[in-house]
């Protein structure tokens, strides 16, 4: 039917969005905690071949090999620093790529919106938030103060801002790399789900 990728801004709720979006469309939803749970369930020798054959199993995993998910248990583990940039690239690629061709997912994350650019059926989604209200949600939930606040903003778009630039030579508010941008200011995850939900029938029409 159809793939969703999501570019998220700090303070986004881009978790709760793309989950109430998956269940919305009775797709599968993947972010970095379901990339460790893959990852660490391949890398259990034991229980490896089951999992590709279970029918119960989540089909995601059916198409996702352990040399990917090797390297991928370190990306979720905060050592992708260490790993060769080539080897890495290759594999986040090809995990992406194999999501893509495992269809009715929404994949947040993972530069998505760059190696999914030009796949068909595909709907590319950013979601922003003002300037001061990412301050003032990071006030909040992780209790800061303004100073503070504005440091962990800065840091955590930062690291976001480099990983597209490095991996795939673009600025990650380029325009051009989404079909649809929700102020996540003036809408609430609900809302910003039937949105998705919305714009993607009109996507793969």
Known sequence: M???TISKEYGTESAQVASLAAEK??????????????????NISE?????????????????????TCSIVQKVVDGEYGCLDDDKYYT??????EDLYD????????????????DKPNVLHVRLKKDEEEKINFAMETK???LKKAKKHVIKEEEDLKTYIFHFFGKNWN???LYDLVIDMGKTSPE????IICDNLKHKIS
């Open 2 to 4: 159809g793939v969703i």
């Open 25 to 42: 469309l009775g797709y599968e939803y993947i972010g970095k905690h379901l990339l460790a749970k893959i990852a660490a369930e391949l």
């Open 47 to 67: 229980s490896e071949a089951e999992i590709f054959t279970k029918t119960s199993s989540s089909s995601l995993l059916r198409y996702v090999d352990k040399y």
């Open 91 to 96: 594999a986040t690629k090809k995990l992406v």
């Open 102 to 117: 495992a269809d009715n997912v929404i994949i947040l994350g993972w530069g998505g919106q760059c190696i999914l650019k």
């Open 143 to 145: 209790k800061l103060d």
């Open 174 to 176: 380029d325009a051009d």
């Open 191 to 194: 809302k910003a789900a039937d």
